[in-house]
């Protein structure tokens, strides 16, 4: 991540932005096409914040070498129809390294322009099977990406086939249980009664 932002409990839970020691970045200092290394071992999820104003100007966004080498075609269409254009590239731009920083995507043959996103009707970021989620102020731009490929899944534990049983069978409370052996055994009592009867009847 180029630009450092350092925000406070406080503010987070306030909902505020909390712009604070902001370094403003010259546009020379961004590598068209370039990759981000992200964190060993910082699979799964990316986050990515960025400074509106190191995005370079441009009068033809078409034409222009950084956002050729960055974005695809439908990508600029897509941007210079925004209000704020230059915001919705750089919400863009921070939703492609948080792609690579997630591990959803592994060095890009054409750097950033690699990564494309789309968006779905309702004005949605899409990414091939990641969750995302962009956002901008006035003056940064942040983007986050959650790739479930990224973790590790514990795998199922194997069971023996007496332990897979046991598993389906119902377990019923200590006080259910004796209830019914009293039914039961109260049934036993009244069967041996009526057999009693029976012999008893079967003698006279």
Not at 90 to 98: C, F, I, P, S, T
Not at 115 to 131: W, Y
């Amino acid at each position: 991540m180029t630009n450092q932002a350092r925000f406070t409990i406080n503010s987070l839970l306030e909902g505020k932005s909390a712009l604070v020691h902001i370094t403003p970045v010259a546009p020379d200092e961004i590598l068209p096409g370039g990759g981000d290394a992200g964190f060993p071992g910082s699979k799964g999820l990316g986050l990515e914040i960025e400074n509106i104003a190191a995005l370079p100007d441009a009068e033809d966004y078409t034409r222009h070498e950084f956002y050729v080498a960055n974005f695809t075609p439908s990508e600029i269409a897509y941007c210079t129809k925004q209000p704020k254009t230059k915001a919705a590239f750089q919400g863009l731009l921070a939703a492609k390294r948080a792609i690579i920083k997630s591990g959803a995507v592994n060095n890009p043959p054409d750097g950033h322009r690699s990564v494309e996103i789309s968006f779905d009707g309702e004005g949605r970021p899409i990414h091939p099977g990641c969750l995302l989620s962009i956002s901008h102020t006035g003056t940064l731009a942040a983007a986050a990406c959650f790739w479930p490929g990224g973790f590790s899944w514990p795998a199922p534990v194997a069971m023996t086939r007496a332990e897979a049983a046991r598993s389906h069978l119902v377990k019923f409370p200590l006080k259910s249980r004796i209830f019914a052996f009293l039914i039961l055994l109260s049934l036993l009592v009244l069967f041996a009664l009526g057999l009693w009867k029976l012999l008893e009847f079967i003698r006279h």
